[in-house]
């Protein structure tokens, strides 16, 4: 069924981006996550927020309320107040812990409902493909500045450079199978 295998593969892209963002800020020292190079950049910390926000707000009790929370106060999420390593990554976990949540308990049948966001009708898929383009547009950011922010080697998160050969050579030398592709690369990022 077409909207089962949907379901599965938007949920591993979305687990892929969330390691992505993880394993590039293990890369870094603590005190990095809250660099912000100008006043209109935002730090690590300032997107993950906004993120956890974003995710909050969309995914909780999303299928009978608008996306856009009455709750929510967009603009907070790009003010500096979250200190701590710790507090960071327990609110970068508790906005993905809400959308997991919601897309995990999704059935098929239910991917054509109409959700709003901000009064804009969605089908679920809509609402879910408007996030899959959303969240890893802010993890690109977040990997981005990690790498700029390194002090050393950095390990990378992709095909490293000069390495396409060698990879493209053991990808065809396995045979060909039907699978998603973050298969390999969750396994390879651990």
């Known amino acids: 069924m077409i909207n089962k295998s949907y379901l599965e593969s938007v949920t591993k892209q979305f687990l892929y981006y969330k ?3 993880e394993k590039a800020m293990e890369q870094l020292e603590p005190e990095q996550l809250f660099v912000s190079v100008n006043e209109d950049t935002n730090s690590i910390a300032v997107i993950i927020k906004h993120l956890s926000g974003n995710m ?3 995914w909780t009790d999303f299928l009978t309320t608008d996306g856009e929370k009455e709750w929510r106060n967009r603009d907070s999420e790009f003010e500096e107040t979250i200190t701590t ?6 609110v970068w976990n508790k906005g993905w812990d809400c959308f997991f949540n919601a897309v995990n308990n999704l059935t098929p049948e239910q991917l054509e409902t109409i959700i709003y966001i901000r009064n804009e009708g969605h089908t679920v898929i809509e609402a879910i493909n408007r996030q899959l383009a959303h969240y890893p547009y802010h993890i690109g950011q977040i990997v981005f500045y990690a790498k700029m922010l390194k002090h050393g080697e950095w390990t990378s998160l992709s095909i490293p450079k000069n390495k396409s050969n060698s ?3 053991d990808k065809f030398s396995k045979e060909k199978s039907i699978r ?7 396994n390879r990022l651990k």
């Open 19 to 21: 390691t992505l963002g």
């Open 56 to 58: 909050l707000s969309r």
């Open 85 to 90: 390593k710790d507090e960071l990554m327990a």
């Open 167 to 169: 990879y493209n050579a």
């Open 180 to 186: 998603n592709f973050t298969d390999d690369e969750l």
